[in-house]
């Protein structure tokens, strides 16, 4: 029998939920990129206070700001959409979606808090 | 009247080497379906236009389709929400196409197949015996997957699928969970063949959107992400205990 089967180029754009999906796959390019800065400043902290310091002032240049709040950003999403699918993933449990949602959300949310006032303090 | 212009995707494998569209006006009324839009052409307008229906009424789970790009039971869909934008209506996604929009459903049938998707007992059990007994609460564990009415639509939602048609798929794998999460059932052991395989349950990647899409409130990305950690139990247990018939 003669059938025809659709092209899949281009499958991403052709519909919202997919684009949404992609972006938080794509999220992962930033995280990486992120986490090898830091390591970057690390490497840089081991040659020294000068080597650190140049480190620390290169974080403050306008692209090095655009980068760290697009990643932030991404990070936030990737978080959400991580929290939003865990009922999925989890053991049959005797509370609702709902909860187990926001319950891994209000403990992201604490946590952040706490880390950010320990770095305050 | 009101009208609404209805686009379909038009192949006839006799004469055509791709697809092309067909746009017809339609008349209609609040409550006329989108199902009934198309057999409103293929009674008035053009009667070599084919699609799959039966019950109306979305329990046969044959009439699915892209409607406007999103894959929905044409019964249950109604052209008021489409008017006065218009209508594109193409067969479901990610399957071959046989003629209009009739799908090819062989590969899923072939996949839903390979799960043993009946009960399969520890031991023969005679009539005589009388009914399984089941707890409510047994029964809530495979309830919502016995739903699965095999529209195909959580196929046509995955990515996955499309890009990959070797995947087993959502609908398939949430049949599998729907017999393995009964209490009556003992072929756990030979349906983990299928989970753990390279087109198994890893095939996914959580795009989620077939069970956004699915009409019968199925979920069967809970039921393959359900079976990614049984899968990955099964790989890590086989070191402490010998795995059942194989």
């Known amino acids: ?121 | 009247m009101k009208t609404l212009a209805i686009e379909c995707l038009r192949y006839h494998p006799e004469t055509d080497q791709a697809p092309h569209y067909q746009t017809y006006e339609v008349p209609f009324t609040d409550e006329m379906s989108v199902l009934q839009g198309l057999q409103y052409i293929k009674d008035h307008l053009d009667g070599s236009l084919t699609f799959r229906w039966s019950c109306r009424m979305a329990i046969c789970g044959s009439c699915g389709g892209m409607l406007n790009g999103v894959p929905r039971l044409s019964c249950e869909s109604f052209l008021r929400d489409y008017h006065p934008g218009g209508l594109r209506v193409e067969p479901l996604n990610h399957f071959p196409i046989q003629r209009d929009l009739a799908i090819d459903q062989s590969d899923f049938l072939r996949k839903l197949e390979s799960v043993k998707p009946y009960l399969i007992p520890e031991a023969p059990r005679p009539l005589s015996e009388g009914t399984y007994l089941q707890t409510p609460q047994q029964m809530d564990e495979y309830y919502q997957y016995s739903k699965c009415i095999n529209c195909l639509l959580c196929y046509a939602a995955c990515p996955q699928y499309g890009l990959n048609p070797e995947f087993t798929g959502p609908g398939a794998l949430a049949l599998l969970q729907r017999y393995n999460a009964d209490s009556r059932d003992a072929g756990k052991a030979e349906r983990m063949k299928v989970v753990n395989a390279e087109d198994g349950v890893w095939g996914c990647t959580l795009v989620g959107y077939c069970s956004e899409v699915c009409p019968k409130a199925v979920d069967p990305a809970r039921a393959v992400n359900q079976n990614k950690i049984e899968s990955t139990k099964d790989y890590f247990l086989r070191f402490l205990a010998p795995r059942r018939g194989r």
């Open chain 1, 1 to 121: 029998m003669k059938t025809y089967t659709r092209p899949m180029a281009g499958w991403w754009h052709r519909n919202p939920y997919y684009l949404w999906y992609l972006l938080r796959e794509l999220s992962c390019i930033f995280i990486t990129a992120y986490a090898l800065v830091l390591l970057w400043g690390l490497v840089r902290l081991g040659q020294g206070r000068a080597s650190y310091e140049a480190w620390l002032a290169g974080l403050s240049s306008p692209a090095a700001i655009v980068f760290h709040v697009v990643t932030l950003l991404l990070v936030v999403y990737h978080a959400w959409t991580w929290f939003k699918i865990m009922p999925k993933t989890l053991p049959r449990v005797p509370v609702s979606d709902r909860t187990i949602v926001a319950c891994g959300v209000s403990a992201v949310i604490a946590v952040s808090v706490l880390l950010v006032w320990a770095a305050a303090v």
